[in-house]
């Protein structure tokens, strides 16, 4: 099941009928914690998370145990936090009462067509080196905490992002030269002590090797959801639940008012299926999702 990411959550699962009593747990990276205040009424089971586990995106366990009978036993409900596309107060105002029903669908919609997800969490991401200068990263590097190569912990200090967070790279003394610097590099220029002309963001001669393993650990994605991922987001909404969208922005080209036919554009699977909402989140896309 999923909770949000910043509101107070209740895990409920269904027991048998006569069970009375019931104790819960948390169990996250193999570690337990009691919860407390675990109830059952007319066996549906229930355990509030504490908000401390849910101010990040993450995974983790509850283990309801109780007994039938004389028989010890136990249920294990998986719980994945998600930061909403759209917050709960803004979406009642569009739908209200829907905004459990429809999330979920405006937000795997938004995932899928720009490749990436605009939550937030903290953990360690396993990236091959490709002998460039610059480490391309799969989700978007907030803030770095650790880095390992080869499984062996390397320095931070000389380590920093570009590129929208997208790119790990490395400053060092002994950097590119103009000449040496790849053209995709930055166009400042740096000169330490007066000497050679060195590209902030060349990075090193050396890059990140490939076939090397490096771990990149710290916090991941985005503090809040942009503004025009939010847009969009509202757009899509107001689709799903308005059967009178308009049809030109979800790319019908032609109506048949009697028979009820439609023909789309043929771009209307590559996209959000709103013109409007794919131009608000064209600056977002990562890997264009095609369906066939």
């Given at each position: ?13 269904t027991?048998p009928s006569s ?40 995974e ?9 009978g004389?028989v ?30 429809i ?14 997800k ?9 990236i ?34 570009k590129?929208d ?15 040496e ?35 990149v ?5 985005y ?21 009178e ?17 439609l ?6 699977f590559?996209?959000?299926g ?8 064209s ?10």
């Open positions: 099941m999923e909770l949000y990411r910043n509101e107070v959550g209740t895990v409920t699962v027991l069970v009375n009593v019931v104790s819960a747990e948390l169990i996250k990276d193999g570690n337990a914690v009691a919860l407390v205040g675990a109830t059952v009424t007319d066996g549906v089971a229930s355990v509030e998370i504490p908000f401390n586990y849910v101010t990040e995106d993450q983790f366990d509850v283990r309801f145990n109780f007994a039938v004389t010890s036993t136990s249920y294990t409900e998986h719980v994945e936090v998600v930061t909403g596309i759209l917050s709960r107060a803004r979406a009642e105002k569009i739908s209200a009462g829907k905004y459990d029903e999330e979920p669908v405006v937000r795997g919609v938004i995932q899928s067509f720009t490749g990436q605009f939550g937030k969490w903290t953990g360690t991401k396993y091959s080196g490709n002998g460039e200068s610059a480490l391309e990263l799969p989700e978007r590097l907030l803030s770095l905490t650790g880095l390992t190569r080869g499984g062996t912990v390397i320095a931070l200090d000389q380590y920093f992002t590129g967070n997208w790119y790990l790279t490395k400053w060092t003394g002994d950097g590119l030269t103009v000449k610097a790849p053209p995709e590099e930055s166009l400042e220029v740096h000169i330490p002590f007066g000497q050679t002309i060195f590209y902030p963001f060349g990075g090193s001669r050396r890059g990140f090797r490939n076939d090397v393993a490096f771990g650990t710290g916090t991941w994605g503090e809040s959801i942009p503004m025009d991922v939010q847009r969009a987001a509202e757009l899509l909404f107001d689709d799903y639940t308005c059967p969208a308009v049809y030109r922005n979800r790319y019908v080209n032609d109506v048949s008012a009697q028979s009820w036919k023909k789309f554009d043929s771009r209307a590559e996209s959000t709103n013109v409007l909402a794919d131009q608000l989140l600056q977002y896309v990562r890997i264009r999702m095609f369906m066939l």
